[in-house]
């Protein structure tokens, strides 16, 4: 009994296989026959692709004097030449039309292509409205021209002879985009005089805009002067008076961190005085060693040294006796603290009596933590605040002079300075306004 279902089972050397077919019911040669089912791949000698949706079968279309129906989107890559012109004449040979063109049409009997928008003379220049057919020829191309019979002139397109193009109502002229060149000579009569109290004039520059170039003249003749943008003033006469409004704070500083300014006071008067921060002393450094020399004659008198020394009963033998009795005990005490004997037990310390605590806004320019007037016994703890946006520095005066001294301090770090005195302590920022926190007791 013939096997009439799809797919055949093939027996391979003890083993089967199913090979994939198609009962067909109806057809040239292959009525109630198995119609295998295979994969096309295409390629050549060397390379096969199977075919697949990201690679399918090419193919080429023909035609022999029929035409071929497509559907769907075409598209075309490259240069496309059209040799077979659908519309107009048909070709006097079959297919070997050269030198041809394709028409486009309007419609299916070649009516006219239907054209909208704007025509413009000049970028940005305001639209020119077109009514009635304007025509696109093949052998005129797209002629513009006015009304058959205004202004005296009939078309005659075989004469070439068109209407001119009347230009009615209109817009006003723009700097921007129009110019007017004026020939001959321009006459103005009438008018009225122009008064001061009534009129008024407006003038534009030879740019267009509203700056008029002016030159000013004293009464000599001679021009005023500029430096840059501003006019230059010479004050002749004397006894003017100025009223100058200065800052709280005032300082002088030099182009030049490295490089003091010099101070001097008038000839024959007070000196100036300068103080430190530690109790007035003023801090001195050098680069280099500072040269010192002792000329003439030293003398030492050495009467008191040796009237100290003659007996036990001076002062320096009985000081120093009294210094041997009462330092007998320090090598065995050391001797104890070697071995381990000696256990000191804590009782009781000296606690701060009062905190310093507070915020500072520092600068580019360095400055005091603190002012000079607080003090603490056990040093200062600094913090640079969470929200900051660069690193702040920490240092001794020598910030002030130099941007580099100083200890940095990234955003939330912090630091425990060990002084009793926290107004020797400077800051500054490294760029911008940056905010610490400090607490010491």
Not at 152 to 174: M, W, Y
Not at 240 to 246: D, G, K, R, S
Not at 353 to 362: A, L
């Amino acid at each position: 009994m013939p096997d009439t279902g799809s797919n055949i089972i093939i027996d391979i050397s003890g083993n089967t296989a199913n090979m994939a077919t198609e009962f067909a019911s109806s057809g040239s040669g292959i009525t109630n026959a198995h119609v295998p089912i295979q994969k096309i791949a295409f390629g050549d000698a060397t390379v096969s692709k199977r075919v697949s949706s990201t690679d399918p079968l090419p193919v080429t279309i023909q035609s022999t004097q029929v035409n071929v129906g497509i559907s769907g989107d075409v598209g075309i890559t490259g240069h496309a030449q059209v040799i077979t012109p659908r519309f107009g004449s048909e070709p006097s040979t079959a297919f070997g039309i050269t030198n041809n063109f394709l028409k486009v049409a309007g419609s299916v009997t070649g009516g006219l292509v239907g054209v909208s928008g704007y025509i413009e003379g000049i970028s940005g220049g305001v639209p020119v409205g077109i009514t009635g057919t304007v025509t696109i020829s093949e052998t005129t191309g797209m002629p513009v021209h006015g009304i058959s019979g205004q202004d005296g002139v009939t078309n005659n397109s075989a004469a070439g002879v068109f209407a001119p193009i009347l230009v009615t109502g209109g817009r006003g002229l723009s700097q921007g985009t129009d110019s007017v060149t004026v020939h001959g000579t321009v006459g103005i009569t009438g008018g009225r005089t122009i008064l001061a109290g009534t009129d008024s004039i407006k003038v534009f520059g030879y740019d267009g805009g509203n700056q008029v170039a002016t030159t000013l003249f004293t009464g000599t003749g001679a021009t005023a002067g500029f430096s840059g943008d501003a006019l230059k003033v010479a004050v002749v006469n004397t006894g003017f008076t100025f009223a100058v409004n200065l800052s709280s704070t005032v300082g002088v500083t030099n182009g030049s961190a490295d490089r003091a300014i010099q101070v001097e006071g008038l000839s024959g008067g007070e000196p100036l005085l300068i103080k430190g921060e530690n109790g007035g002393s003023v801090p001195i450094t050098a680069s280099t060693a500072v040269p010192a020399s002792v000329s003439g004659t030293v003398t030492i008198d050495d009467t008191n040294i040796v009237n100290s020394l003659e007996t036990s009963t001076k002062p320096v033998p009985r000081d120093l006796a009294a210094i041997n009795a009462q330092t007998k005990s320090i090598p065995s005490i050391r001797s104890d603290l070697n071995s381990g004997n000696i256990k000191v037990r804590i009782t009781a310390s000296d606690q701060p009596g009062s905190i310093v605590s507070g915020s500072k806004t520092t600068t580019a320019v360095a400055s005091q933590l603190v002012s000079k007037g607080e003090n603490v016994s056990v040093g200062v703890k600094v913090k640079a605040s969470i929200e900051n946006t660069d690193s702040v520095l920490i240092g001794n005066y020598k910030l002030t002079q130099n941007d580099s001294a100083g200890y940095p301090l990234e955003p939330g770090e912090s630091c425990f300075i060990n002084v009793s005195t926290p107004g020797i302590i400077y800051c500054r920022s490294q760029s911008g306004t940056q905010l610490l926190h400090y607490l010491g007791s």
